[in-house]
């Protein structure tokens, strides 16, 4: 069979397109600190996530994450920001991911146990006796952050009642379906870093529906979910009424967005440049374009994946804020420098970086394209004759 050139940018190891179990690209990471020796087949310490997996389903590996070392922002994704390859690194390697098979819709006791351990808004003490040794292995991915060793799991003990913050535990009780919960877990200002957490755990839904999530599907699901909530009030708001460019750069991953005046559409170009993470194959820069239009999309974001969710999420957080609707064209340009998958906080916190940022204003089309271009490595034209919203005319495009 002819794999197409960009097949491993398309999958970005975790969709095993190339038919094999694990990436082949992944053996040529050498990243991992040396933590063998710190972890035995006893644990005891703070559990501060948990994970679920996702092969083998509907039968997964389900189980408490707890640190090695208690460390400030182990688990705090937002807080990473403006940290290095190795810094990032370090700090995951510090989480020992437990692991026990389990059914999605199981209600055993340990999933229950899991669940509090998720919704605890402070890291719960665990005891764990695992059945071997935990190993370190190189575990990278586009969407999740990088993890330290694992191992089965034999038993695990809660040491310390988990402190469940009474608007999570009030939600959680609820009949609401998983979606509706997700979203009111966020706008009562729960960070989505949580909510995740708590969604993969298998604790939200009608009582009947709850199952565990893989968590590399519920970081993606629930920046889906979010964004499609708030894109029902932004089709309703006025439209941005001058061209907008943000920008923002953060491990050779650079964003340059344009927002235009119209109603809501978004488009979101990944170019990767040759030797980045997935593009050791390629002779030049690949780019990859998924648009959606006013009324969303109905397909899932194939060529991109994670990235776009993650990306989009963080364009429809502004609009909200903003009560303004727009035309909105994201390029987001992968340099060499990018050379370990940290998991798609990077879109996500990249992204929101710059809408944090006083955007440059333009009065014309042509005006903010031409700044795009100055600030982008590969020019506008190439992205044009992949673009949906760029090859539109319009009145006010030439106002």
């Given amino acids: 069979m002819v794999r197409p050139i960009n097949l491993c940018i398309i999958?970005?190891?975790?969709?095993?397109?190339?038919?094999?179990?694990?990436?082949?690209?992944?053996?040529?990471?050498?990243?991992?600190?040396?933590?063998?020796?710190?972890?035995?087949?006893?644990?005891?310490?703070?559990?501060?996530?948990?994970?679920?997996?996702?092969?083998?389903?509907?039968?997964?590996?389900?189980?408490?994450?707890?640190?090695?070392?208690?460390?400030?922002?182990?688990?705090?994704?937002?807080e990473w920001l403006g940290m290095d390859y190795q810094k990032i690194v370090e700090l995951r390697s510090l989480l020992i991911r437990s692991k026990q098979r389990e059914g999605i819709f199981s209600r055993s006791r340990f999933v229950g146990e899991v669940q509090e351990l998720a919704m605890a808004s402070k890291p719960t003490d665990v005891e764990m006796r695992f059945k071997k040794r935990p190993v370190y292995r190189v575990s990278f991915s586009d969407v999740v952050q990088p993890m330290g060793p694992s191992a089965p799991l034999e038993k695990l003990t809660i040491t310390?009642?988990?402190?469940?913050?009474?608007?999570?535990?009030?939600?959680?009780?609820d009949e609401l379906k998983a979606a509706e919960a997700c979203y009111e877990l966020y706008r009562k200002?729960?960070?989505?870093?949580?909510?995740?957490?708590?969604?993969?755990?298998?604790?939200?839904?009608?009582?009947?529906?709850?199952?565990?999530?893989?968590?590399?599907?519920?970081?993606?699901?629930?920046?889906?979910?979010?964004?499609?909530?708030?894109?029902?009030?932004?089709?309703?708001?006025?439209?941005?009424?001058?061209?907008l460019v943000f920008e923002s750069r953060y491990l050779d991953?650079?964003?340059?967005?344009?927002?235009?005046?119209?109603?809501?559409?978004?488009?979101n170009f990944e170019a990767w440049a040759p030797g980045s993470t997935w593009s050791f194959n390629l002779k030049k820069t690949e780019i990859l374009e998924e648009y959606e239009p006013f009324r969303g999309r109905t397909k899932y974001a194939d060529k991109e994946g994670g990235g776009y969710y993650?990306?989009?999420?963080?364009?429809?957080?502004?609009?909200?804020?903003?009560?303004?609707?727009?035309?909105?064209?994201?390029?987001?340009?992968?340099?060499?420098?990018?050379?370990?998958?940290?998991?798609?906080?990077?879109?996500?916190?990249?992204?929101?970086?710059?809408?944090?940022?006083k955007p440059r204003k333009f009065a014309t089309r042509e005006e903010a394209l031409k700044y795009c271009n100055s600030m982008l490595r590969v020019p506008v034209e190439e992205y044009m004759k992949q673009s949906v919203i760029l090859k539109q005319k319009r009145l006010e495009d030439f106002a």
Avoid at 25 to 31: N, S, T
Avoid at 201 to 227: C, F, H, M, Y
Avoid at 253 to 267: A, D, R, Y
Avoid at 327 to 343: D, S
Wanted: charged fraction near 25%; hydrophobic fraction near 40%; aromatic fraction near 8%.
């Fill in 11 to 78: 999958c970005k190891g975790g969709r095993n397109l190339c038919g094999n179990r694990v990436c082949p690209l992944m053996p040529r990471i050498r990243a991992a600190p040396d933590i063998q020796k710190r972890v035995g087949q006893d644990f005891f310490g703070p559990s501060y996530n948990v994970f679920i997996g996702r092969m083998g389903y509907p039968r997964v590996n389900v189980g408490p994450m707890a640190a090695i070392e208690e460390k400030p922002n182990l688990d705090s994704p937002r």
């Fill in 160 to 173: 310390e009642n988990p402190r469940i913050p009474r608007r999570v535990d009030s939600i959680v009780s």
């Fill in 189 to 243: 200002g729960t960070d989505v870093y949580k909510i995740t957490t708590i969604f993969s755990s298998g604790a939200l839904g009608l009582e009947q529906n709850k199952k565990l999530v893989p968590t590399r599907w519920s970081i993606t699901g629930l920046d889906d979910i979010i964004a499609k909530e708030l894109m029902k009030g932004i089709r309703g708001f006025p439209s941005v009424n001058e061209y």
């Fill in 310 to 357: 993650a990306s989009r999420i963080a364009c429809t957080e502004k609009l909200h804020q903003m009560r303004r609707q727009a035309r909105v064209v994201v390029f987001r340009e992968v340099y060499e420098g990018y050379v370990i998958p940290l998991g798609v906080f990077v879109v996500r916190e990249t992204a929101r970086k710059a809408y944090l940022k």
């Fill in 253 to 267: 991953n650079h964003f340059v967005i344009l927002l235009m005046p119209g109603s809501w559409e978004f488009e």
